[in-house]
């Protein structure tokens, strides 16, 4: 059985919430089941912890699957000193994966592996320490030492996340300095940046080296990580907020409507014709899930939910990841010519980071609390909570904007269920057992707690409903979101039009919209949107929306209609 989640191991900060353990959910999702078979088989590092943590979510016995048998096989190799024959972060990636094992297995052997690495590490703590990747992404290490701690309390566990914390790069002033006034490829031109960074050889302090750590926005993430886990251990506002902070700056400045940000590898600000990187998608997904887990979390399950439902679905399809989307283009897979960076191995790297965001997603849909549980997405699938000494299992279905959430347990069980109200519900109503519960009249809230004795067979029934909003974006631009779902108009041979309304209608949502003459393309992609183009005096045209992830080629966000 899993293990059972423990709040109040943090020295001085204590949990409110926890995702939940491998194998405490399973999903049907068709999209999960694409990106686990895309992982089945890859035996290198970076892919043994989401592949397993996959298979946990859509397979039976996981511990006897292939992505089970890569794990056991990777850790056959560590030495006796406990360190391994391959680079500091592969490692780190192979023993991440070992506690993916352990959380589901709760086999203490398993933990004997990273115990006996971390002791190597403090007998060479200047090879650790000099190591670029670690100094630069100390997330994950951070997030290893600290899960450890959590089980075993040992103090000398939290010395090391001292000594790495301070000795690493320091991500919490990065997150409070995004660049914001302009994009990348504007302040430093694409020869500049690849002639100096192969002067400077990685060089901590090279000019062009920190530019592109500070402006990749796969690195922010991972920083917002380290920031988060930092805070957990010492209990430091600046750290626990900076994630928050780094998201809002970059939302602000640099972000796509589809919930990621507008990026190749670098910023470039929030015009809509930018490829929005998989890579980053997965990656914030990853950080914002960690983020929701904090005391006042909760702001970040809108941006998760806008990624998970938008972003992320975009990006997966049956023969692979797609690299990069755009808000707006004309074909399925524009390409990358007009991309101010891309590195060879963006591409697997895409993979690896959708799957563990993918993974992140899907175990905070549902969070343990130490008095219940919390449903923070409306996600189907079947989740297993610890509540006391005993266990619940909820089955969430979906049907019609309407959630069922079925209650199953042994013997009758008390605990509160916190359900979250999103903004976007334009009303919410809730049934218990058919009958009307005083719960969901306060629709203003941003949760709503119902603590009873709960029995086996019980069904809490969420209906939310969705409300239509024209939000403003780049450029004074609009665009239409129905629910958590973004909207958008697929893209033929009169794709330049501006937006003047939307309505509701039975067959979905259709938009009245103009031509905009003037608006061009650039190959495959549309140019940046016009600010304000006049109308042209014509008869409107209506077009029917369809969600955003259901047409590669499409216009989401329009250019606004001047009022002359």
Not at 296 to 324: C, H, K, T, Y
Not at 402 to 417: D, E
Not at 420 to 446: F, V
């Amino acid at each position: 059985m899993p293990l059972k989640p423990i709040f109040d191991k943090a020295p001085l900060t204590a949990m409110t919430c926890q995702a939940l353990r491998p194998g405490m959910v399973r999903s049907e999702h068709p999209k999960l089941k694409q990106i686990a078979a895309l992982l089945a088989g890859d035996a290198a590092p970076q892919a043994l912890e989401p592949a397993f943590r996959l298979t946990c979510l859509t397979q039976a016995e996981p511990d006897q699957s292939a992505a089970a048998a890569q794990i056991r096989r990777a850790l056959a190799a560590q030495k006796e000193d406990g360190s391994f024959d391959m680079p500091l972060c592969d490692a780190v990636a192979v023993l991440r994966a070992c506690w993916a094992l352990y959380e589901y297995e709760a086999r203490k052997p398993l933990l004997e592996h990273i115990a006996r690495w971390c002791s190597w590490a403090a007998q060479h703590w200047d090879m650790v320490q000099a190591d670029d990747e670690l100094w630069a992404n100390p997330a994950d290490l951070l997030e290893l030492l600290e899960q450890l701690y959590r089980v075993t309390g040992k103090s000398a566990l939290l010395t090391m996340i001292s000594h790495l914390s301070q000795q690493a790069m320091n991500w919490s002033a990065v997150l409070n300095t995004i660049n914001v006034q302009r994009p990348t490829s504007r302040s430093t031109t694409r020869e500049e940046l690849e002639a100096g960074l192969r002067a400077e050889q990685g060089s901590r302090e090279g000019y062009h080296t920190h530019f592109v750590r500070t402006n990749s926005p796969e690195m922010l993430a991972d920083g917002a990580r380290a920031c988060i886990a930092r805070g957990w251990v010492s209990g430091s506002a600046t750290e626990m907020n900076a994630a928050r902070t780094g998201w809002e700056r970059l939302q602000r400045h640099h972000g796509a409507i589809c919930g990621g940000l507008t990026s190749d590898e670098l910023l470039e600000g929030a015009t809509p014709c930018a490829a929005v990187s998989a890579a980053a998608v997965g990656a914030w997904a990853e950080a914002l899930c960690s983020a929701a887990a904090q005391r006042q979390g909760d702001w970040a399950f809108e941006p998760v939910e806008r990624i998970a439902l938008n972003a992320m679905p975009d990006s997966i399809g049956e023969d692979g990841v797609r690299p990069f989307q755009r808000v707006n283009a004309l074909v399925a897979e524009p390409g990358t010519d007009d991309c101010f960076r891309v590195t060879d191995d963006h591409a697997q790297r895409a993979l690896y980071r959708m799957a563990r965001g993918c993974a992140a997603v899907a175990s905070a849909a549902v969070m343990a609390r130490p008095d219940g549980f919390a449903v923070n997405m409306y996600i189907p699938g079947r989740y297993q909570v610890p509540v006391g000494d005993g266990v619940m299992m909820l089955t969430l279905r979906m049907e019609s904007g309407a959630c069922s959430i079925q209650v199953n347990c042994r013997q009758p069980v008390r605990a509160a269920a916190r359900l979250r109200l999103p903004s976007w519900a334009r009303s919410t109503d809730i049934t218990i057992n058919g009958m009307e519960s005083d719960a969901g009249k306060d629709a203003t809230a941003a949760c709503m707690t119902i603590e009873r004795i709960w029995h086996d067979g019980d069904v809490l029934a969420v209906t939310l409903e969705e409300s239509l909003r024209v939000e403003e974006g780049h450029h004074q631009g609009r665009y239409v979101l129905r629910g958590a779902k973004l909207m958008c108009m697929p893209a033929g041979k009169d794709w330049a039009c501006s937006f003047v309304s939307c309505m509701e209608v039975e067959a979905g949502v259709v938009a009245l919209v103009d031509r905009v003459p003037s608006w061009k393309a650039r190959g495959d992609v549309p140019a940046d949107i016009p600010v304000l183009p006049a109308p042209t005096g014509e008869e409107l045209t209506r077009v029917r929306l369809v969600p955003y992830a259901e047409a590669g080629a499409r216009i989401a966000l329009f250019p606004g209609r001047s009022k002359a």
